[in-house]
Each structure stands twice: as C-alpha cells, then as structure tokens.
C-alpha cells in the first residue's frame, strides 16, 4: 500500500480537470454566441453597446481564468501523485538490492 | 442542451440584419400610407420626416434582444451549476486532507474561487434582465408605432372618403395626425426612460464584477482567482497529505 494518499490525490486531481472542462464547455460556446452587433441596438441605445461588450468580455476573462485556476490544480495533484509513486518505486527497489 | 444550440451560438447577424431591414421596411410602408391618406393636406412630409429621424433608427429586431435573455439565463444557471459542484468538491478534499495546507486551499477555494463563480452567476443574472427589458423595449414601441399609423391612416382614409375634403376636414386630419405624432414621441421618450433604467441594470452587472476583480485602471484583474505560488508549494508537499 502506498505511503501517500496518492490514489486520492489523483482522483481529486482528475476531478478538478474534469471540472475545468465542464466549465470551459458549459460557458465559452455560449459566451461566443452573446456577442451583439452594433445593429442590435436602437439608436437611442447605443451608448450601452460598448458597456454590453465589456460585461461579455469580463465575463469570459473571469471565466477563463477560473478554469486554467482548476486545471493548474488539477495537473499539480497528478504531477505530485506521480512524482512520489516513482519515489516509493526506487525507495522499494533500493530495499530489494539491499537485501539481494 | 438547449434547441437552437450550435458552436457558433445563438446569433446570426446576418439574419437579424434582415430582420431588422423588413421590421423598418414594414414601419415604411405603414408611414407611406399614412402619407398618402393625409394628402393633400401636406403633413404627409412632417409624417415622413418624423419616421425618418426618429422612428426607424430606433426599431431594430427584438429577436436578438429575446433569445440573449434566455441564453444569460443558461448561463447563469450554469455557473450556479459549477458552484454547487465546486462546493461538493472542496467539501470532499476536507474529508481527507486536514492541515495547514489544507486550510490554505480550503480558505483560497472558499474565499476567492466560489465567490468568482457567485459574481458571474449574478453578472449573468443583470445580463439577463437587461436584454429582457430591451426585448420588451423594441417590441411594444413597434406594436404601439404600426397601431397609432395604422390607425391613423384609416381614419385619414375615410375622411377622404366621405366626400370632397372641406378645409374642417383637413383641419382635422392635421389635427389627427399632430395627436399622432405627439403620441409618437411620447411613446419614444418613454422608450428612451426604458433603455436608461436597462443601461443603468448593465452598470450594475459591470460593477458585479468590478467590484470583485478591477484593478486600478478600471480593467478586469483575475489575479486573485489564480492559484497562489505559495499554495502550489504547498499542494506539491505531499507531506502535508493525510498519509494512508
């Protein structure tokens, strides 16, 4: 059995890669498709066109930095499990050369 | 997902242009026989120029404006979606990881990254609700414009009909048509007060996220939604993870 909770560490990383994909799928097709052309708007309107445009932008700005948030911690987790599952490998195959 | 949906998204732009060209195609031709059933009285031209400058740069596809509101609504659902999923996930990590790097990224993912995802769930509920109100907007200023010229120039119509037009005749189809085009704006000016209170709603939903994310020169900072270096030191320490 594993020293670390490596087995855990790597669902929970899994898991939030999996919910970084979920939020770029769910929100970056549909956020493409908010984009209104100047045209949309009445005249008397059109001073809030740029204001429409800026809350779009910052919506996918936030978004996008959520989702590279959730899928750096995500690969951190299964860089860290692999890391010791490899040291916990030689540490093994150091004690079996020892006793050879 | 929803019917309608597709990679490219909700709107055709090319397809509202054209909507919005027959809408104030169909806002011309109401006007062009409204002028005709006026003549010879000569407010025909007013009829027209008031269309013209104030009327039809104004009437614009509510298609747009209707199916926005709905997909902000989706998406406002979605974030409230990832929320509830993000929250399950944190509650999970605390089962199995309880230290000081576990109260680090306990106090990261509530403090920064579920608040990050409140604040878009509720930009896009601002979102929702302005397009709608701009939706209601376009739409009852047209139905109320094409009714009153409708109106007007059947009215127009049937005076002329009576008989040959006396001068009271026409004094009251110009009498008719100012009622009509005071009605007119009346009508504009109080779309102009919905577009306001609907640019006001977009203010808000700007300061939703300005409030949690502008840095000094007003632009949208995500800095503090990034994963901390110090917190990535700690999540590489897996000495610090419940040992099994």
Redesign the interface.
Known sequence: MSQYATEAMRALGSSFSTYADDLDQQTRPTLAGLELPEGAFPLFAMPAANDYAQSLLAVGAVTTALRDTFDAIGAALHRVAGHYEQLEADQAAGFHRSHD | MPAG?D?????D?DS??FD?FLIRGLVAAATSGLIVALEPSGAGMAAATLTGLLVM?????PE??LS?SG??G??KN??D??HA??LS?IE??DG??QDSAATQFHAFATGD?LP??E??AQ??SL?DS?CAQ?AT??ITTLGAFLVATVSAAVAAVAANAAGPVSPAVKIGIFASWAAFAVAVIGL?AG??MT?WL??KT??D??DE??NK?ADRSGQ?D?AS???PESL?IV????AE????
Not at chain 2, 7 to 11: D, F, N, Y
Not at chain 2, 57 to 61: E, K
Not at chain 2, 235 to 238: A, V
Not at chain 2, 241 to 244: D, K, S, T
Request: proline share 4%; hydrophobic share 55%; glycine share 6%.
């Open positions: 949906w990679e490219g998204g909700w709107t732009t509202d242009a919005t740069p104004n009437v614009v596809d747009p404006w926005n997909t902000w989706e998406l979605a974030y979606s990832m999923q993000l996930q999970k990590v199995f990881w990254l990050a995802l604040r878009l930009t896009c979102m302005y701009m907007g376009v504009l779309f102009v577009v609907a640019a977009l203010g939903a700007n996220l300005a994310f949208i995500t939604i990034r994963l990535k999540i590489g320490d897996p993870w419940v040992q099994r």
